[in-house]
């Protein structure tokens, strides 16, 4: 007796209409929906900006962010990178 089982059909690869498509949208809109483990973007830079983070540092933030560094951490080599030493990071004596 055979059993009856219908073909799985992969969803592995996209197809050209589809790929195509989603090269078509604009850069800046997929920019701005990236979506790291604090949250979407969106808020972290607004959130960011009031505790006083410039665009530039912003910028590298999100670079940091994408590389997959959690925030605190990006934060920390942002200000590395820029050459000041935040708060948080300065050692007690």
Same mark, same amino acid.
């Given at each position: 007796?055979?059993?009856s089982? /219908? &073909? !799985?059909? +992969?969803?592995?690869?996209? /197809?050209t209409?589809?790929a /195509?498509? @989603? *090269? *078509? *949208? @604009?850069?800046?809109?997929?920019?701005?929906?990236?979506?790291? #483990?604090?949250?979407?973007?969106? %808020?972290?830079? &607004? %959130?960011?900006?009031?505790?006083?983070?410039?665009?530039?540092?912003?910028?590298? %933030?999100?670079?940091?962010?994408?590389?997959?560094? =959690?925030?605190?951490? #990006?934060?920390? *080599?942002? &200000?590395?990178?820029?050459? !000041?030493? =935040?708060? +948080?990071?300065? #050692?007690? #004596?």
């Amino acid at each position: 007796m055979k059993s009856s089982r /219908s &073909a !799985y059909v +992969s969803k592995r690869f996209t /197809s050209t209409v589809s790929a /195509s498509t @989603n *090269n *078509n *949208n @604009n850069t800046q809109t997929k920019r701005s929906k990236d979506m790291f #483990a604090e949250g979407q973007w969106q %808020m972290i830079k &607004a %959130m960011l900006e009031r505790h006083g983070w410039s665009q530039s540092e912003l910028e590298i %933030m999100r670079e940091q962010l994408r590389q997959g560094w =959690p925030l605190s951490i #990006a934060k920390q *080599n942002v &200000a590395s990178i820029i050459g !000041y030493c =935040p708060i +948080s990071s300065r #050692a007690t #004596a």
